[in-house]
């Protein structure tokens, strides 16, 4: 199974141009594809309904797209109905097998004075895969405080620990008729966590390294694929900025520690011209 983690910066690339057809087309092999910076009405690329624009670019597979900001731009009287247009900013999961269950989870943020800070969220999955059923979140932190971002990051692995006990989606489905869930143990947690390798908000998700031992499978504590493929380096990166100076690894896969032995191979396409990131790809047997 291939999955890929991507932040399409609402569909414009490092050239400016918009252009959802070569986001899809880079990450046509993926089975399981989770997206960030999926918007709907925004005006810098024509008010594009990105949800609608990607599921109809992946035709046969599910979908669930969760908008975390949700914002009226304005309104009209149309035929006698009221018409709104709303900057929706959030994430997608698209999956060529089907998705059982989703929740949309909002993650803490706080009040900024002169800085854009967006409601962030994840969107969590419960995927039929070869193999048994697994969980994958994709997810998009915030930008510009370390605190917040460790604050977020405590929180859904909060929701991912506890996702037995909290019971997904739907518990007690039989009283209605309905088939009960799975309670998969596996999950993945994709997405744009604006952290770099090491940094306090890294260790806060994966754990301190052990000299000697490294960061060795735990049931408490995600693993980041590309570091257990050793696909992390000095001049690694994710993500460049428009004139192309700066360039910084932001974007991850995380797994569980039971998803260890599956996993084949992680690495990050820096070829794929179609957002100012790029996509990480992950491989499970």
Request: proline content about 6%; hydrophobic content about 40%; charged content about 25%.
């Amino acid at each position: 199974m291939k999955f890929v983690s991507y932040n399409i910066q609402f569909g414009m690339g490092l050239d400016d141009k918009f252009d959802p057809v070569r986001i899809a087309n880079s990450i046509r092999d993926a089975d399981i594809i989770a997206l960030q910076e999926v918007t709907r009405d925004f005006h810098r690329n024509g008010h594009a309904d990105l949800a609608e624009t990607f599921s109809k670019l992946f035709p046969d597979y599910s979908c669930t797209f969760g908008a975390a900001c949700d914002v009226l731009i304005d309104h009209q009287i149309i035929e006698g109905r009221r018409r709104e247009r709303r900057f929706q900013f959030g994430n997608m999961v698209l999956s060529r097998y089907p998705i059982l269950a989703t929740r949309h989870l909002l993650l803490p943020r706080s009040r900024t004075y002169d800085k854009l800070n967006l409601q962030r969220g994840a969107v969590e999955a419960v995927i039929d895969a070869p193999g048994g059923p697994l969980r994958v979140y994709s997810l998009h932190l915030d930008h510009v405080s370390p605190g917040e971002r460790i604050a977020q990051i405590r929180f859904i692995k909060e929701r991912v620990a506890n996702f037995g006990r909290e019971g997904g989606a739907l518990t007690g489905a039989g009283q209605f008729g309905l088939p009960d869930l799975p309670f998969p143990s596996g999950y993945l947690i994709m997405g744009d966590f604006n952290m770099e390798p090491e940094s306090p908000e890294y260790i806060e998700m994966v754990g301190l390294d052990d000299a000697f031992y490294g960061r060795v499978p735990r049931a408490d504590l995600p693993l980041d694929a590309l570091a257990r493929c050793r696909a992390h380096s000095r001049e690694g990166y994710s993500w460049m900025s428009p004139d192309r100076t700066v360039r910084k690894h932001l974007d991850y896969c995380f797994l569980s520690g039971d998803l260890a032995p599956r996993l084949k191979s992680a690495s990050v396409d820096v070829s794929a011209p179609g957002s100012d990131h790029f996509p990480v790809w992950v491989e499970l047997d």
